[in-house]
């Protein structure tokens, strides 16, 4: 938070420009930060991508999904922060809206605060001169969903804003993520956000009218609930990487391959483009005796039948250090369910976090380490994840859909099924001589306690 709150302080000075109907000796300022300075035309892109939608639409989810997969393709990634959650978790509350004329001045200062935040970001990404992609957790449009015509149109003349430079000119991709309350209604909930307020009703018209303030950009992408949630995040993947002039990813899945010890010869004396990093991935302790009650709540999945149990359920957090080692923390929840279907979510974590994190550790589970290579081939998208430890010299391949694998790799064999993820799947690599037994006994006397319910360890 003290990161953001930085780069916040950036933006302060914005908050003191005349809202609608406020007078002259409210602020000096009239108009917003002007716009970064264009780079050079030979300079790498700086993409700029919103993701925004209803509430409990898996944005949180898709915004890590979408990180990790840009930057092990060689993006620096910058994620912008929420400008709505940064206020009404920090004291704006709530119930003010009901005062006359709170409402409006709050989306003032929101907007303000979320272009200073993106131009933070913008300069910083300039100054390195890499491909950069920001992705903005909300955009400048989304204020629209929450006043009146009057209202917006007010707002932006007093800024000297106009809706053709804050969305068609500012944004490369708008990616909108349909609130579960709209086709996956089991799956909503206000759980998972201290900030959502909204009922089912409300969140499907908050949802309708986001879309339709965003509506009009070149590149406007809703993604409905008509398939599992996987396939949601697939197809966000697949948009934002015609985006950035990526191959379009097939949507068969990720695959996973046994390979020999010859595949970066290859890949240096064929000239392939690489990008490797570093990966640290430590499993964390949960009690077979009680529910996870810090477990984050499932994205939406309409396709899961009712009355679906949780079957299996763990928790790591990730460390990933590029080669100016610079790092970046991420946790994962992986759910599977009684229909089989497997649910991972995945957020965005801060140093500290992954720190605090590391003290609920599984002592019955080694910390993973990786040496990862991520690199583009004849249209397909493949990393190969090489094990530092506790099995040194594997290698496993992942593709990303159906892409043929190319005969030089030096492929063994295709992964499949369970046993195979068991023995090469970093899971149960990570399980400690002598505690896979224990843990099979543990599970048994668990599904017999609850008939075959909860578990934590598949």
């Known amino acids: 938070m003290s990161e953001v709150l930085f780069l916040l302080s950036a933006a302060l000075p914005l908050l003191f420009a005349r809202a609608p109907g406020s007078s002259s000796s409210e602020a000096s300022a009239t108009s917003s930060l002007p716009p970064p300075p264009p780079p050079p035309s030979n300079a790498p892109p700086i993409l700029r991508f919103v993701l925004t939608g209803g509430p409990c639409g898996g944005k949180t989810t898709a915004l890590a999904r979408l990180s990790n997969f840009l930057r092990e393709l060689g993006f620096d990634v910058y994620t912008v922060p929420e400008a709505s959650t940064l206020l009404l978790s920090n004291g704006a509350a709530p119930s003010n809206f009901a005062i ?3 409402g409006d001045k709050f989306q003032v200062s929101l907007l303000k605060i979320q272009e200073g935040l993106e131009g933070a970001f913008h300069r910083l990404a300039l100054a390195t001169n890499r491909k950069s992609v920001l992705l903005c957790d909300r955009g400048l449009m989304d204020g629209k969903a929450y006043m009146s015509l009057p209202s917006w149109h007010s707002m932006l003349d007093s800024l000297n804003l106009n809706e053709v430079e804050i969305r068609d000119e500012r944004y490369d991709a708008i990616f909108h993520l349909t609130s579960a309350a709209i086709g996956a209604e089991k799956f909503y909930t206000t759980a998972n956000n201290e900030a959502r307020t909204e009922t089912v009703e409300e969140a499907r018209d908050v949802d309708v009218r986001t879309q339709k303030a965003w509506l009009g950009h070149p590149r406007h992408h809703v993604f409905s609930n008509s398939s599992d949630f996987e396939s949601k995040l697939r197809e966000l993947v697949d948009a934002a990487s015609k985006v950035c002039g990526l191959p379009k990813l097939d949507k068969g899945g990720s695959r996973k391959f046994l390979v020999g010890d010859n595949w970066m010869e290859e890949l240096i004396s064929r000239g392939v483009n690489i990008q490797v990093f570093n990966v640290e991935k430590v499993y964390l302790y949960e009690d077979f005796n009680r529910p996870n009650s810090n477990s984050p709540t499932p994205p939406s999945s309409p396709t899961m039948k009712a009355g679906a149990k949780i079957v299996s359920e763990y928790s790591f957090i ?12 991420g946790q994962t929840t992986v759910i599977t369910y009684s229909t089989g279907e497997q649910v991972e979510i995945k957020r965005i974590i801060t140093a500290r976090e992954y720190e605090n994190a590391m003290r609920r550790r599984d002592p019955r589970r080694h910390v993973v380490k990786q040496s990862r290579c991520s690199f583009l081939i004849e249209g397909g998208s493949f990393t190969v994840h090489k094990y530092i430890s506790p099995r040194p010299g594997l290698g496993v391949l992942h593709s990303q859909g159906k ?6 790799m030096g492929v063994v064999r295709e992964l499949r099924g369970e046993e195979d993820e068991k023995e090469y799947g970093a899971y149960g690599i990570s399980l400690k001589e002598g505690e896979r037994e224990a843990a099979m006994e543990e599970r048994g006397r668990v599904q017999g306690r609850e008939g075959g319910g909860r578990k934590t360890f598949r």
Not at 319 to 324: F, I, Q, S
């Open 318 to 329: 990730r460390r990933r250090t590029n080669k100016d080692n610079l790092r970046s923390h």
């Open 100 to 102: 006359e004329g709170w």
């Open 403 to 408: 892409c043929e694998v190319p005969g030089w």
